[in-house]
């Protein structure tokens, strides 16, 4: 008779799934609570301890942890192994149904200690599952109650699981337990404080398949971190509108990362991962019409995002243009109505509570992975310099600290020109800097008459101050640090500009 072990944390029809079993003639081994729980539904259920002769130990920690277990796991059903294991009085287990101790959601919890992340790491469940994947050419594993009707089925209609099927479940159980490991690794680095590891593995969980990439003839797939950021386009809710794109993603993250540093209303538009307008007030309402006018013909097709909830007078102004998306923590019922009566315009809400949690920004190239700390870095940590004769007004400060915020979610080279609420002209990712100030500028016209200009890092030569100058600028911040700063400082000083340096830049490539 064939013989099933089953022994699961999450009990998510388990009861229906041995009952399939009985009836297709399998014997049921289980353990502890998976037991009982098949016990209390009538089903006959042969204790673990039963098999090994060996009763559970050390609060549980051994339990399956023995060679009438694996033996029966890892017998090749060929004569040799078969008279080897009928030898020692072991019986082969033909299907073994786990999953893991919870690890991932017990570290989630806000109080957790670390004595019971440690009680929640699984080790007979792994140990299980591997040898059972491994020995898949006999036996079949599955760690995910989405494949018992699929499991079931097989069974009824052949009286066996395909080979095909079971390949294609011990390869999802090799994924299952490597990121499960994954996850424990992780948690054990950060625990001890190592922050540069010989080796690293992340782990994500699909969220969807994407129509294309970036061009559509490139396939794409949307990963989550099961354990990132609430503050993000991955864990967001989409409440509205067609399927995101690949493009689409990238562009509300980068709108996300603007709106996390602000802490007062904030209104920001993105096209092409740049943004292409930025506006504070007292309301989001407020926000946004600065936003927009900031640069009322980039922000049409692009993302606008929002650290309020959308109201009925926002949304109406935001009916008014064509954007593929709007990001915001809630929408009013009536900002709701509004918005989804055009059908195509997607509509997310995200968490905006969680500030800057420490994820590593990852860049892939061909053969490797870069990783980096995220760019939280501000004003309030820079060892702030005025080298000018002339130092900022109140209101310019005001400007100087929007333009910093601003410039470093903008590609290098950057430029941003602002007043002391909304942007006002932006200069992105240009090979020189002299260029990305000239489009900054011309952007910004007449409005650059006593506004001020932030740089992403130092000027090589006092060309940007010129420029700047001559367009009404009258106060800049950037890093400093250029061997020709003095060439820089001159010409400020010349044009009466007050030049602040920050000590810090904020390249973004």
């Known amino acids: 008779m064939k013989r099933a072990l089953i022994s699961v944390s999450d009990k998510t029809g388990v009861v229906e799934f041995a009952k399939g079993l009985v009836e297709v003639g399998f014997e049921i081994i289980s353990t502890g609570g998976t037991k009982k729980a098949l016990e209390e539904a009538g089903l006959a259920v042969i204790g673990i301890d039963d098999i090994t002769g060996f009763p559970e130990m050390l609060e549980g920690r051994v339990k399956t942890l023995h060679p009438n277990v694996h033996g029966g796991l890892l017998a090749k059903r060929t004569p040799d192994h078969l008279k080897q294991i009928a030898d020692q009085g072991i019986h082969p287990i033909d299907l073994v149904c786990v999953n893991l101790y919870p690890f991932q959601q017990t570290i989630s919890k806000p109080d957790v200690t670390e004595a019971e992340a440690i009680e929640n790491i699984d080790i007979g469940g792994p140990s299980m599952l591997r040898s059972a994947a491994k020995n898949h050419a006999y036996v079949t594993v599955v760690v995910d109650a989405n494949d018992y009707d699929t499991v079931l089925s097989e069974l009824t209609e052949f009286g066996d699981v395909t080979t095909l ?5 011990a390869a999802k159980v090799y994924r299952h337990t490597a990121s499960y490991d994954a996850i424990i690794a992780d948690y054990m680095t950060t625990l001890v404080g190592e922050e540069n590891p010989e080796r690293v593995t992340f782990t994500y969980e699909r969220k969807q398949s994407l129509r294309y990439g970036e061009n559509p003839h490139q396939q794409a797939t949307f990963y989550v971190n099961p354990l990132g950021s609430t503050f993000s386009i991955a864990h967001g809710k989409q409440l509205h509108g067609k399927e995101l794109s690949y493009n689409n993603i990238r562009d509300a993250d980068a709108a996300l990362q603007i709106v996390k540093d602000f802490s007062e209303p904030v209104a920001v538009a993105v096209k092409h991962m740049n943004p292409c307008g930025v506006g504070t007030g007292n ?3 407020e926000a946004y019409k600065k936003a927009y006018e900031a ?7 692009g993302i606008v995002a929002f650290n309020r909830e959308v109201d009925a007078e926002t949304a109406k102004l935001l009916h008014e243009i064509f954007l593929e ?3 915001a923590p809630s929408f009013s019922e009536e900002a709701l109505s509004i918005l989804t009566s055009k059908k195509n315009i997607r509509l997310l809400a995200v968490e905006t509570s969680e500030k800057n949690k420490q994820e590593k920004v990852m860049t892939s190239v061909e053969g490797g992975l870069l990783t980096q700390d995220l760019d939280t870095y501000t004003l309030e940590y820079a060892d702030i310099t005025i080298p000018t004769k002339r130092k900022p007004t109140d209101a310019e400060w005001e400007a100087l600290k929007l333009g ?6 903008v590609k290098s080279n950057a430029i941003v020109v602002t007043n002391s609420d909304m942007t006002l002209g932006i200069g992105a990712g240009q090979m020189n800097r002299v260029g990305a100030a000239k489009i900054a500028l011309e952007q910004a016209g007449a409005r650059a008459e006593g506004a001020a200009l932030a740089s992403d890092a130092f000027f090589p030569m006092d060309d940007t101050v010129e420029a700047a100058a001559k367009a009404g600028i009258t106060a800049i911040i950037q890093p400093g640090g250029s061997i020709k700063d003095a060439d820089s400082i001159k010409k400020a000083d010349e044009y009466g500009i ?9 390249f973004k490539h």
């Open 404 to 409: 910093w915020k601003v410039v470093k979610h």
């Open 325 to 327: 998306i709007i990001i």
């Open 283 to 285: 309301t989001i309402l």
């Open 165 to 169: 099927t079971k390949k294609k479940l």
């Open 498 to 506: 007050a030049m602040v340096f920050t000590g810090i830049r904020h």
């Open 295 to 301: 640069d009322s013909t980039s922000i049409f097709g």
